[in-house]
């Protein structure tokens, strides 16, 4: 498949963002927060003919899914986006060379930003609203699961640029078979950097195949660990949310790790899961502590499949370890190096999980929960980069844009 001059009108149209003034890009985001909440309906409608294809037992029936609600939680984080701050032509140093060249280091756009992710439609509306803010063209490939909805929201997103004299092709979304994925990867000269958003398979695939820059947003294999200090009322409220707050997403809980001297806590501390209906692959001490106090139906043994693996469902993994030593070890043999926590009364233990810990986010009593969703002040985020080059954790602004050295002189050249 020959996309060449999609990637040709992305990338000619991305020219035009670098003169765009701020108020109308805020304009812009706030019209399609407006065009999204008015044309909800439609949009609900073409996510329905999405939904119909798919079973609702799928772990991305959940992520597929548009709501009401869900589609005014986009319009508001679109808000939020355009009350923010943009980072374009931020100075992040300045000094004078004894030659008298002024030189800065100053933030620009990436350029344009390829973007390829699954049966999640809100993405659409997410790296839209972050990439206009930063100057940036986008290429969108979604999957062929969401594509009623994908083209439904990229059809109210040019429209509303169209009405603002802004070239639609800033936004450009790609057909959703297999063929385009492939033009994207070998999109060079076309497209700065790919980011995917998916399973974990897709993104290896990505950094695998592409020929071109890859960020990566990588699956959320994530630990919470009960100390023998930590505060059971509290571990019951964490532990419940980060497992069942939203099964779906990549930092939902997957393992939580037990110090055995809490297993007499562990039927109290898992009775939130329980009332939710969570299935748990439990570990032969934590399996006799559950005994008899946790649903037959839902309890099962566990096996070595059921650590290092992203549940996106109803089902939770338990082991048990000594100390805090063999936590981290569990954590960091397992783990995706997306989200982990510590649930603990114990100022060194915390300090020592928050410093050993190799993860984008590390939490201390808290839930896994607020690694996305704009949870970190950040308007909304492209995805949470599990990678240490240029981007880790939840992106923003900011980690959209690049930085370019400003030379200014008064007819210096350099001696021979």
């Not at 996510?47 to 037992?57: G, I, T, V, Y």
């Amino acid at each position: 498949m020959d996309l060449t001059h999609l990637f040709e009108q992305t990338q000619k149209a991305s020219r035009q963002l670098v003169s765009l003034q701020a108020e109308v890009v805020n304009t812009i985001l706030q019209a399609v927060a407006e065009a999204a909440v008015a044309k909800t309906p439609f949009l609900l409608s073409e996510n329905e003919k999405d939904l119909a294809r798919m079973s609702p037992e799928d772990p991305k029936y959940d992520r597929l899914k548009l709501t009401e609600k869900r589609i005014q939680d986009i319009a508001n984080d679109m808000r939020n986006v355009a009350k923010l701050t943009s980072p374009l032509g931020e100075v992040l140093l300045q000094k004078e060379l004894p030659n008298g060249l002024q030189i800065s280091k100053m933030r620009v756009p990436l350029g344009v930003i390829g973007v390829i992710y699954e049966a999640r439609p809100n993405v659409t509306f997410d790296v839209f609203s972050l990439c206009l803010k930063t100057g940036n063209a986008c290429i969108l490939k979604g999957g062929s699961d969401a594509s009623f909805s994908n083209q439904a929201i990229i059809s109210v997103i040019q429209e509303v640029l169209q009405q603002h004299g802004i070239d639609s092709n800033v936004a450009t979304l790609l057909p959703p078979d297999r063929a385009a994925t492939e033009a994207l990867l070998n999109a060079i000269g076309y497209v700065d950097v790919l980011i995917p958003r998916g399973s974990q398979k897709l993104i290896e695939y990505v950094r695998q195949n592409a020929k071109v820059p890859v960020i990566e947003t990588g699956a959320g294999i994530v630990h919470t660990y009960f100390d023998e200090t930590a505060d059971l009322e509290k571990g019951k409220a964490i532990v419940s949310n980060a497992k069942t707050r939203r099964v779906s997403v990549c930092n939902a809980l997957d393992c939580l790790v037990l110090h055995q001297g809490r297993l007499q806590d562990l039927p109290e501390l898992a009775a939130p899961l329980a009332a939710a209906g969570v299935e748990v692959f439990a570990d032969e001490a934590a399996y006799a502590a559950l005994a008899g106090h946790y649903p037959l139906e839902l309890l099962q043994s566990a096996a070595a499949e059921h650590f290092g693996t992203e549940f996106l469902a109803m089902r939770l993994s338990i082991k048990t370890v000594q100390n805090l030593e063999e936590a981290l070890e569990h954590i960091a043999t397992y783990s995706s190096r997306h989200s982990e926590a510590i649930i603990s009364e114990s100022g060194e233990h915390i300090e020592q999980f928050l410093n050993a810990v190799d993860a984008a986010a590390v939490y201390a009593n808290a839930s896994t929960a607020f690694t996305d969703g704009a949870q970190f002040g950040l308007g909304a985020e492209i995805g949470i980069s599990t990678q240490k080059l240029h981007a880790r954790g939840p992106m923003g602004l900011e980690e959209l844009t690049s930085y370019k050295w400003v030379v200014r002189g008064t007819g210096q050249v350099r001696p021979a």
